[in-house]
């Protein structure tokens, strides 16, 4: 079984910065990737940022240039540095995790949410 913990959610004004945290423990064999997705009212669950194992990341065109997605492998923990906050990056930010389980199977686990809401 696998637990992810988010944390690092909450209010700040537009323009300012929040980082979100999320760890990952249980019984996996390797991590093929980590990111956040997002969930405002009425809209459908979107990706926001993921990070793969080798490094490489991606970002919804919304975010690039304000958010960075990183991870402490040691940790197995990710992060998501979002500066130049703004109103529309209101939502639920769900971690998710893709993993080798020990069966040799890729599963995908998600946290439990953090709300970030951008006041105007």
């Known amino acids: 079984q696998v637990q992810l913990v988010e944390s690092g959610g909450g209010l700040v004004q537009a323009g300012g910065s929040l980082r979100l945290s999320c760890a990952a423990s249980?019984?996996?064999?390797?991590?093929?990737?980590m990111g956040w997705n997002r969930q405002a009212p009425g809209n459908q669950r979107e990706l926001v940022a993921v990070i793969r194992s080798g490094g490489s990341a991606d970002y919804a065109d919304s975010v690039k240039g304000r958010f960075t997605i990183s991870r402490d492998n040691a940790k197995n923990t990710a992060y998501l540095q979002m500066n130049s906050l703004k109103p529309e990056d209101t939502a639920v930010y769900y971690c998710?995790?893709?993993?080798?389980?020990?069966?040799?199977?890729?599963?995908?686990?998600w946290g439990q949410g953090t709300q970030v809401t951008v006041s105007s």
């Open positions: 249980g019984s996996f064999v390797s991590i093929n990737a």
């Open positions: 998710h995790l893709r993993y080798r389980d020990v069966f040799g199977s890729e599963v995908v686990s």
